[in-house]
C-alpha cells in the first residue's frame, strides 16, 4: 500500500563529502523491497517537487528505511539538515524492486510472474551473482546483498562498486554481505577505473546482474550482458512529478509495447525503476 | 449545506475535479483518493491513435512549481473506451473526457467514439497544449481557429463540451468569447504557461522539448485574474484551475467566477489534495453560512 505520511528522522551523519546517511522511523518499512524508492517532499514551498530516493537498507525489526543520498540540489541540501527528531514528508515504497524485476516476491521468495518457473532459493542457490553499484547507485545494492543472503552463499554475492576516490562509503556494510570488489577512477583504491575494469581484472563471471549508476554504466552493462548471454537488471533514474504512475514524466523508451500507453514507453517509477536490461532502450 | 454545481445542465456533487494529465484516468490515484468523493474525473487527454509524447526529461521544477512536456502520451481512445472508461464506471463520479488531436479531423474522429458512451458525462476539448507541436495549441492561440474547432465539434459531440483555453493569449477575454459564440457549452482554464529553464552548469534546457507548460501555486494569480475576466466576458459557466493547493484557493477561483475547481500539479505533491480541499469548502461553507455552493460564483465584491 502507497502512502504519504510524516515520519521521523532517527539518525543522520555525513559518510562521505556530500553523501548523507539517514535512518527515518517509518512503518512502510515492513512492505520495502530491495530496489524500491520513497519519494520525498522538501518542506520549502518553493520546492514542490519529490526528491526519488532509493532505499539502501531496512532495519531487523522492519520498522526504519535508510536512505543514502548525495546533495545533488536544493532539495537534497536541505534533506541534509535534517536531525534525529526532525519531520521528514515521504510517499512510498514506490517500484518494483530488484528481486520482482526477475519475477520473485522479494520479501517471501515466491514467484510472482507466469514465466518464472522456481522459487528464489532454487533460482539462486549454487549461482553467482553480481551486484554492481556507481557512485550514489551503490546504496541499493547494500539491501539487496541482504535480502540475497536468504537464498544464497555469501561468498558467490559479488558486489563491485565503483567510487570517484578513496571516499568508500558503505563499503564495511557491503562487505558484511558479500564479497566486495572495488574500482576508483583515480586508483586510490582497487582496481584502477570503473565497475568493469574490476570484474576483468579480478577475472570475475556471474549468472545474473543487478545494477544501479549513471548511465555510462548501466549502458557498458547492458552490452557486457548481451555478450555474456546472462541477464541483467539495471535500475534507472529520471526526474518525476508524481512517483505513482499518473504524470508520465518519468519514462525510458522499450522494446516491447508497454502496458499503460502501447507505445514503447514504459513508466520508471511505477514499470521500474528496475528493468531487465535487454528490455529498455537506453542507447 | 448543498455542495452541488451545474455545468451545461449536468449536476455535480462537489466542484471539485481534477486537471487533466494530473490524475491519469485515476487508477494510479485510486490507492490515495476515494474516487467517489470527487466532483468529476477529468481524464488526461486522449487522442485518436496512440501517442507516443515527447523525449524525457519532461519535467523540471521551478520556483514554487513545475514545468512539464509530456506531450501528450496517451494510449488512443479503443485502448481508452477498454480500460480507463470501465475502471472510472466502477465509481460514484462523473466522468469528463480530455480530447486532444493534431487536426479537427483527428478530434472529430475521438468525439464521435466517446458519443457512444453513455458513461461519459462532459468532453473537455483541449486546444491549449503548448507541448505538442502540430495543431492542438494553434487551435487555442487564435480566436477565428478556436471558434471554428468548437464549431466543427458541437456539431459531432453528443456530450456538451467544455473548451480548455491556453493563458498563451493577449486577451483571454476574445477567446472565451470566441468559444461562446461557436456553441461551447462551457470552458476550462487556465492550461498550462509556457515556460523555459536552463541548467546553467551543463548549458543545456531542462527539459528535452526546450519549452514546458508551467504549473503549480506559482501561476495562480494569474489564473484567478484569467477566470475573472473569463466569467464576466461569457455567459457559459467555467472551470477554474491553475495552482490550487488547497481549500482556500479554490474558493478564490469560485469567488472569480468558477462554477468548478480542478487540482492539478498539487496532486503530485500531496495525493489527497482534492479530498482536502473538499472538506475545506465545506468548512468555509459551515464557517461563513453559505447555504449553497452556488451563491459563492462570482460572488467577490
Redesign the interface.
Known sequence: MKQKQTAVVASQKEIAPQIFDMWINTELAAEARPGQFVCVYPKDRSTLLPRPISICEVNGDKTALRLVYRIAGQGTAEFAGYRAGDSIAILGTLGNGFLEAVGIDSLTGSIVRDDVEITADKMFSGKQVFLMGGGIGIPPMLQLAKKLNQFMEKDRIQIIVGYRDAQTFLREDLERYGKVFIATEDGSVGTKGNVMNAIAENGLSADKIFACGPMPMLRAIKAYAQEKEIPAYISLEEHMACGVGACLGCVVKTREIDHHSHVHNARICTDGPVFEAKEVEIG | MNMQTTIAGIPFKNPVMTAS????SGM??G??VDLNQLGAVVT?GVANV????NP??????V????L?A?GL????ID?FLERDIPFLKQYDTKIIVNVCGKTVEDYVDVVEKLGEEPAVAMLEINVSCPNVKEGAIAFGQKADALYHITQELKKHAKQPIIMKLSPNVTDITEMAKAAEAAGADALSLINTITGMKIDIHRRKFAIANKTGGMS??AIKPIAVRMVYQAAHAVKIPIIGMGGIANAEDAIEFILAGASAVSVG????????TTIEVIKGIEAYMERYHVENLTDLIGAVE
Open positions: 494529465g494530473t490524475f491519469g494510479e490515484y490507492e490515495f488526461k496512440p501517442w507516443p509524447g524525457t526529461p519532461r519535467v523540471a521544477e520556483y514554487g512549481g513545475m512539464n509530456i502520451q496517451n494510449p488512443g485502448v503549480g501555486p500539479a498539487m496532486n503530485f505533491v500531496n495525493p489527497y
